[in-house]
């Protein structure tokens, strides 16, 4: 009786508590297992451990709410998904095949290499209750609490490989990506397939991402981590710049730095000037790195070089995250913006058929991660200013400039709709009106906006400001994506050679008119955020975590998750979360 109020209480804290991603799973049932008893267990035993496992879970049944009839309030969480499946197996245990087990111990082991952490799982516990119950008698109660405590670890393991640790929405309370047309208990089922089958290592194979880019970064993070245990990547150890046509002994230390990101030919490693090869190699990495590529190891480009390669490891492993977040999202048509990477990129039927350079929001002002779909093309747009810039930075310039407005075409608009005499306002304190720049090429808006509704009122557009597209770091809007060749990717979502080819639109630009051309089809819009690039040739590239995003993420992935503890050491078995 107290092993089942134990299992109760305990159950309760870590099952109901415990939600893998914010994932809301409808509701359904595992398939049933077809698993055989084994032969090390008589059938007789097996019952008694089936009753164990029925008397643990009973209680639950009531800890969960009716079901409901409308899908969007189906939410099943882990311990839901590990009632219903010793429910469909009549409570049969799952893990009575030695060779499950170890296979499940391997499988959580190399978690490590998906940015994971092993602990989590108590796997050092798992051996030992495993290495126990094939040496010692033991109770039906501690042989259910084991099966009970690794179907959870085995689920939870998998759905962290596929869906990801951390919760995202935990993090930003805007987030609204979701899985549709994913469903989750397509993975779950595949999951229990899989254990059914005596292939544990099947199910965590396929559990994570299978894009290349996955694999590349799992690749990534491989590498990163030989270098690590090599002793890591040389410093450059100076407090002044480096610069073409130097000599002295710190460009021995570039230069060796530069042979290990892979710029510079191993042959050149040593020599303390700042040559030719030197300086090519400085700006391959400045590209790469998403710094200005001038040549000079100047202040920024040094403490790129000096970040220590735990912290890039780190860096992967939050993009990995992110990764098993958003890839299976990325399937058939849509447009996905990059926001650290300052770039957009259209796919059709999965491959990428168009990329732009972005400008984003100032750091002050950044653009928000959300998915939409863009509904609508606004030709000739005109600008409303917003509140916040018109308080700012219209409304300075403004009082610093009286010709300020005219300069710009922009009107003074009171609440019913009437344009008001500058003059006439007091611009120390205006109210009661807004500004309205006219349509124009050199309007803020640029001659298109692409529109996608949300409630940042946020969208992508072109701009007069196109000298900014040279910078190598493009957070300059104040929230909206600013895009370089915004006519091509109006083009490509028309998907109309017909009447939206290029020739179309740019006559529907030319008859000046404000207007809203809806698109024959919606396309999914992703405004994402990640912090590494991998290039076709597998290498990884950082970029500068421009809105300090990382930190976050990284927290929540290092945080010790709760899972099940097992003792079968003691007395009497224990299931519940380690404190």
Not at 78 to 90: G, I, K, N, P, Q
Not at 221 to 226: E, H, P, T
Not at 450 to 457: T, V
Request: proline fraction near 7%; include cysteine.
């Amino acid at each position: 009786m107290v092993l089942l109020t134990r299992l109760f209480v305990i159950s309760r804290v870590f099952f109901m508590g415990f939600l893998i991603s914010g994932t809301a799973f409808a509701e359904t049932s595992p398939i049933e297992s077809t698993i055989a008893p084994s032969s090390v267990i008589e059938a007789a035993a097996e019952d008694n451990v089936g009753q164990a496992i029925q008397a643990s879970l009973e209680p639950l049944k009531t800890a969960f709410p009716p079901l409901l009839t409308s899908p969007l309030h189906r939410r099943v969480d882990v311990s839901r998904l590990v009632m219903d499946f010793y429910t469909h197996r009549a409570y049969r245990a799952a893990w009575t095949n030695d060779s499950d087990v170890t296979q499940l111990i391997a499988s959580l082991s190399a978690t490590d290499a998906d940015g994971l952490n092993p602990t989590d799982f108590h796997i050092d516990e798992m051996i030992r209750s495993q290495a126990t119950m094939q040496t010692t008698p033991v109770t039906p109660e501690q042989r259910a609490a084991f099966d009970l405590a690794t179907t959870h670890t085995f689920i939870t393991a998998l759905l962290q490989l596929r869906r990801g640790k951390v919760d995202p929405s935990r993090l930003d309370i805007h987030w609204n990506f979701d899985a549709n047309g994913v469903d989750p208990r397509d993975d779950v089922n595949a999951f229990f397939a899989a254990l059914d089958q005596h292939d544990v290592a099947k199910a965590f194979a396929l559990a994570p991402p299978q894009e290349a880019v996955y694999g590349g970064l799992r690749q990534a993070l491989a590498q990163l981590r030989g270098i690590r245990d090599r002793g890591g990547w040389p410093k450059v150890v100076v407090d002044h710049s480096l610069k073409p046509g130097m000599d002295e002994p710190a460009v021995a230390q570039l230069r060796a730095r530069m042979v290990a990101a892979g710029f510079l030919d191993p042959r050149l490693v040593h020599g303390t000037k700042y040559d030719g090869a030197v300086t090519a190699a400085v700006k391959k990495y400045q590209n790469e790195q998403y710094l200005g590529a001038d040549g000079m190891a100047g202040a920024t480009t040094l403490a790129a070089l000096n970040v220590p390669v735990d912290a890039r490891i780190d860096q992967v492993r939050v993009n990995m995250e992110r990764a098993r977040w958003l890839l299976y999202k990325l399937q058939g048509t849509f447009v996905i913006v990059d926001i650290a990477g300052y770039k957009v990129a259209m796919y059709r039927d999965g491959q990428p058929i168009w990329r732009s350079r972005v400008q984003v929001g100032k750091t002050a002002r950044n653009t928000p991660i959300f998915q939409a779909q863009i509904t609508y093309i606004t030709f000739n747009p005109t600008w409303t200013v917003p509140p916040t810039i018109l308080k700012e930075d219209v409304l300075p310039k403004i009082q610093s400039n009286p010709g300020y407005l005219a300069a710009n075409r922009i009107r003074v608009i009171d609440r019913e709709g009437n344009e008001l005499d500058p003059a006439g306002v007091d611009w120390t304190n205006p109210r009661g009106i807004s500004l309205r720049q006219d349509a124009g090429p050199e309007s803020s808006l640029g001659q298109v906006v692409i529109r996608f509704p949300n409630d940042y009122a946020i969208y992508l557009h072109d701009t007069p400001h196109r000298e900014l597209f040279a910078k190598t770091v493009r957070a300059t809007s104040s929230g909206c994506i600013r895009v370089e060749n915004p006519l091509q990717l109006v083009e490509l979502l028309f998907n109309d050679p017909v009447k939206w080819n290029s020739a179309g639109i740019q006559k529907q630009l030319a008859n000046g008119k404000t207007e809203n051309i809806r698109l024959p089809v919606k396309v999914p819009v992703l405004l994402a955020y990640w912090t590494v690039d991998l290039g076709s040739d597998g290498r990884v590239a950082f970029k500068p975590d421009v809105y300090g995003y990382d930190e976050p993420v990284l927290r929540a992935l290092n945080r010790p998750a709760q899972m099940p503890v097992l003792n079968l050491h003691a007395a009497t078995a224990s299931v519940g979360p380690r404190q």
